[in-house]
DNA sequence: AGTGTTTATCGTCAGGCAGACGACTATGAT
DNA sequence: ATCATAGTCGTCTGCCTGACGATAAACACT
């Protein structure tokens, strides 16, 4: 297959991103509204174009960063500082996704704690942490009675593989602590694991098992008491990146 | 972020190609010689542009048909026929990884059984099967004392990166039927997970966990002897394509 | 101060599964 | 006939998980 590099099919490359987060108990997504066309007005995933002397995870890097404020480490470091997770999710390149021109989009997921910058976006008006259960249950009303159309694009399926990435990850890996702040206790842990599998577990079971697991977490020595009852002891994410054996996610 | 549809960076994307088999007791992946400069003479994975008018999985179908006659089938389908397994595995658009210009390669990974078709490429002085143990280590030797030079572009890392999805992936999936011809033994499985962890098995294990697993393998009711010993029973792969509980790998 | 509520943490027990390994079976090779 | 090879069935032990009882330490009431 000789090939003429002058003589190539053109693309345009954009980053999407899936930005999960925990909030109230839910496992919420960052999303933006749209202000031109096509699907103007509708809520969208932030991305936006691949720059020419750019690698795929710094746009990504950039693109998070303008959106959240957030930096993002690489998937192999733990969270340790106040960044999110970065990952590459898949690419989506049917010919008839943007209906404008032939786009390519490298999406990329994020997980970040609640909060830690609460301007999603600068313009709080056009961005927005909504439900993934909203997003994703098709032609629903949100919470404000606006109805909740379908994410523009392909954005719905992207949504759902990333959030079936993070399902799927913080079993066999300690990816569950990006969710939270760098120290935290074990029940917050244990919020984020029932948030976002949406299941609830047995607290007991579930404190013998994060805590027996060598290198997941680091006692901090310290206690907190701000989910009321009794004192929690304070950890931080260990060295481990791996779960072996993996958490179990209940079946049904 | 407002964008104009008619002034976004121009890119060339392209389809690259993990083609993985077992021959031999060893985890192989196909190869082509490079006919043009850069790397020419260099070996380098199967792969070509996209066009304007085809999906991403599409493109790299086809290419996996130009380049092995094999037809594949999508992830979520077993594998019945005689195709191969193919899935999307990431995407590297690193601005420096072409010197000629901006390529960003979707690559793709895909798991043949062995031989099917025996012609990799049609012309085969320009195709091999090379052990992937040749490939990833860095300058060795091959076994016909020609220089194992590095893979062209960044290849190895995208090698690397299929290899270790085709190694966990086995893991909790039944994907290791996809090395397998539509018939063969559990001790044939069983070499097939040995090969590509590089790794021996107890069979009586391995045998009780095939066999034991719902929906994993169905007899067909034939026996076979090609590998010598006592006859075994002839499966085919079955419905399941998730393995629950996984098959554990053997650490170190 | 006492009582109830909430959350955290420790312990116990039974069932399931995996690793180690013995035993037996059915072929082909010598 | 004997051996080598490969397949198949069992047994036993240790580890992990799910279910769940019990205790501890805070706060909010009254």
């Given at each position: 297959?000789?090939?003429?590099?002058?003589?190539?099919?053109?693309?345009?490359?954009?980053?999407?991103?899936?930005?999960?987060?925990?909030?109230?108990?839910?496992?919420?997504?960052?999303?933006?509204?749209?202000?031109?066309?096509?699907?103007?007005?509708?809520?969208?995933?932030?991305g936006?174009?691949?720059?020419?002397?750019?690698?795929?995870?710094?746009?990504?890097?950039?693109?998070?960063?303008?959106?959240?404020?957030?930096?993002a480490?690489?998937?192999?470091?733990?969270?340790?500082?106040?960044?999110?997770?970065?990952?590459?999710?898949?690419?989506?390149?049917?010919?008839?996704?943007?209906?404008?021109?032939?786009?390519?989009?490298?999406?990329?997921?994020?997980?970040?704690?609640?909060?830690?910058?609460?301007?999603?976006?600068?313009?709080?008006?056009?961005?927005r942490?909504?439900?993934?259960?909203?997003?994703?249950?098709?032609?629903?009303?949100?919470?404000?009675?606006?109805?909740?159309?379908?994410?523009?694009?392909?954005?719905?399926?992207?949504?759902a593989?990333?959030?079936?990435?993070?399902?799927?990850?913080?079993?066999?890996?300690?990816?569950?602590?990006?969710?939270?702040?760098?120290?935290?206790?074990?029940?917050?842990l244990?919020?984020?694991?029932?948030?976002?599998?949406?299941?609830?577990?047995?607290?007991?079971?579930?404190?013998?098992?994060?805590?027996?697991?060598?290198?997941?977490?680091?006692?901090?020595?310290?206690?907190?008491?701000?989910?009321?009852?009794?004192?929690?002891?304070?950890?931080?994410?260990?060295?481990?990146?791996?779960?072996?054996?993996?958490?179990?996610?209940?079946?049904v």
């Amino acid at each position: 297959m000789p090939y003429d590099p002058s003589d190539y099919p053109p693309f345009a490359v954009t980053v999407d991103l899936v930005v999960l987060t925990v909030r109230r108990h839910a496992l919420c997504a960052l999303t933006v509204r749209r202000g031109e066309q096509p699907f103007q007005g509708r809520w969208a995933l932030p991305g936006g174009f691949v720059r020419q002397d750019e690698d795929l995870s710094q746009a990504a890097a950039r693109e998070l960063a303008e959106e959240t404020g957030l930096t993002a480490h690489e998937p192999s470091a733990p969270a340790q500082d106040n960044g999110a997770h970065l990952e590459q999710l898949a690419t989506y390149g049917d010919p008839k996704r943007d209906p404008r021109m032939r786009v390519v989009s490298v999406a990329h997921l994020a997980l970040a704690p609640d909060l830690p910058a609460p301007r999603p976006g600068g313009d709080a008006n056009s961005a927005r942490w909504a439900p993934v259960e909203e997003l994703l249950d098709q032609g629903g009303y949100g919470r404000d009675g606006e109805p909740v159309a379908l994410l523009a694009f392909d954005h719905a399926q992207i949504l759902a593989d990333g959030v079936e990435r993070a399902r799927s990850k913080i079993e066999y890996s300690s990816l569950a602590t990006a969710f939270c702040p760098p120290e935290f206790t074990v029940g917050e842990l244990r919020r984020v694991y029932e948030a976002v599998w949406g299941v609830a577990l047995d607290p007991r079971n579930f404190h013998r098992k994060v805590t027996g697991t060598p290198g997941f977490l680091v006692p901090t020595g310290g206690t907190t008491t701000r989910q009321g009852g009794r004192p929690a002891q304070l950890f931080r994410a260990g060295g481990a990146t791996l779960l072996n054996p993996p958490m179990l996610r209940p079946e049904v």
